[in-house]
């Protein structure tokens, strides 16, 4: 398993913190390995909503089936997805109160398939920078 974890502060408040990590039809405005929703995505988010995504890693597309596992409205939403030839995502996005801004932490775990080994730890090289550069752009929007 590959696992990537990336904390960037921001002076958004964090209810705008929230607005903006939560908000899925705004992922292709900052996810660098978004590619579009392959599925429609509600305008109600919770615990169980399920969407599919094209996610893009260096040429490589996917399309994956996400289910909500975990929403705590305004500090956590949780996903978990899969994809081809068993690949399995979870990706954790916290939004942290640090008065007065706040700070986005994204956590991506990436297992089954190839990614169990050296593919794995090549991928997680790859997309520790696209997560760092993703959750800046999320920072900088405002």
């Avoid at 899925?24 to 599919?52: N, Y």
């Avoid at 289910?67 to 500090?75: E, F, K, Q, W």
């Avoid at 991928?123 to 760092?132: K, M």
């Amino acid at each position: 398993m590959a696992t990537v974890d990336v904390a960037v502060p921001s002076s958004v408040s964090p209810q705008h913190a929230w607005e903006l990590a939560s908000n899925l039809h705004r992922f292709d405005e900052w996810m660098t390995i978004f590619g579009e929703w392959r599925s429609p995505v509600p305008l109600v988010i919770r615990e169980g909503t399920q969407v599919s995504s094209l996610i893009k890693v260096k040429g490589f597309r996917n399309t994956i089936h996400w289910n909500v596992t975990n929403y705590d409205a305004p500090r956590k939403i949780e996903l978990k997805g899969r994809g081809r030839g068993g690949i399995g995502i979870g990706i954790t996005m916290r939004v942290q109160d640090e008065h007065p801004g706040s700070c986005f932490r994204l956590r991506a775990d990436i297992s089954g398939g190839l990614m169990n080994g050296p593919v794995g730890k090549f991928v997680a090289r790859v997309l520790e920078g696209e997560v760092q550069k993703s959750v800046e752009n999320l920072a900088a929007l405002s």
